[in-house]
């Protein structure tokens, strides 16, 4: 239930940004869903601890945070079905997510061996959010090269067999778009379960060359989107960008890897 509950959250997350960055009412509607089955699994583990404990279960660290965890999805989910905040949810929902990863993963009163097997399977999902959105800037980074090459084959007007081949200028522009809008906020959320894993197991990230530039690499993808929605850069300035941000990313995962004490103790 905690593996699904994380993942399931992180999937509303990840729709409440895209909706965030660029409006959709059907994206809106499946984060809003899953939000609340995010609130029926809490609600479920919350009563099952009101009847097995004597006390109503808010006087620990770990009940005091879940209590705050499911109050903080409670009110999102009230909030985006009666008053349409969407900004609002999206935000508080960042605060959710991370209290109930703390939560979860971190439980004082847990047994060692639920306490192991909690703490590598947050592991696994910060690593799986993090490859998630590697994939996702692969794939957005493809079609900027792909828009390069079509771009300046239709300056050297050149029709050839692989010009035909390719989509338009405008569809490369937008799904390279899209699927960073997605790549973002995984690898964000990949970062942030990764500092509460290092927490958790007491080992210190902040200045770790690894956690260092993958918050680099947000920073870069995030201007990307900046510029996109803000300034409304389309075209050639916009691959090339996206194409170097990219770059980043690859050193990141070849070199700082190397470098990264944390990593080395992680392998």
């Known amino acids: ?76 989910l009230t909030i985006n079905y009666f008053f349409k905040m969407d900004f609002l949810v999206f935000f508080t929902n960042i605060i959710g997510f991370v209290v109930m990863a703390v939560t979860l993963f971190a439980n004082p009163a847990a047994t060692p061996a639920l306490s192991e097997q909690l703490i590598s399977e947050l592991l696994f999902i910060h690593i799986s959010l993090a490859f998630f959105s590697y994939a996702a800037f692969s794939i957005s980074f493809i ?45 964000l959320l990949a970062v942030i379960l990764g500092v509460i894993w290092a927490h958790v197991v007491g080992q210190s990230v902040w200045f770790d060359p690894k956690v260092m530039m ?8 995030s201007l990307y989107l900046y510029r996109r929605i803000t300034f409304d850069w389309q075209g050639k300035k916009l691959a090339q960008l996206n194409v170097a941000a990219f770059a980043l990313t690859l050193l990141n995962y070849l070199i700082s890897g190397s470098l990264s004490s944390f990593h080395q103790w992680l392998r």
């Not at 409440?16 to 609600?43: E, H």
């Open 1 to 76: 239930m905690y593996d699904l509950t994380i993942y399931i959250y992180a999937l509303s997350v990840l729709m409440y940004f895209s909706d965030f960055i660029q409006s959709n009412r059907k994206v809106n509607q499946t984060a809003f869903w899953l939000l609340a089955i995010v609130w029926v699994l809490q609600s479920i583990f919350f009563v099952s601890q009101i009847f097995t404990k004597e006390y109503f279960p808010i006087l620990t660290l770990f009940e005091t945070l879940f209590f705050y965890s499911w109050i903080m999805v409670s009110l999102s």
């Open 214 to 221: 993958s918050l680099l690499v947000v920073g870069i993808y």
């Open 143 to 187: 079609l900027s090269v792909m828009y390069l090459v079509q771009n300046k084959m239709l300056k050297q007007k050149k029709w050839t067999p692989l010009f035909r081949r390719l989509p338009s200028l405008g569809q490369l522009d937008l799904y390279a778009y899209r699927l960073t809008m997605v790549g973002v906020p995984a690898l």
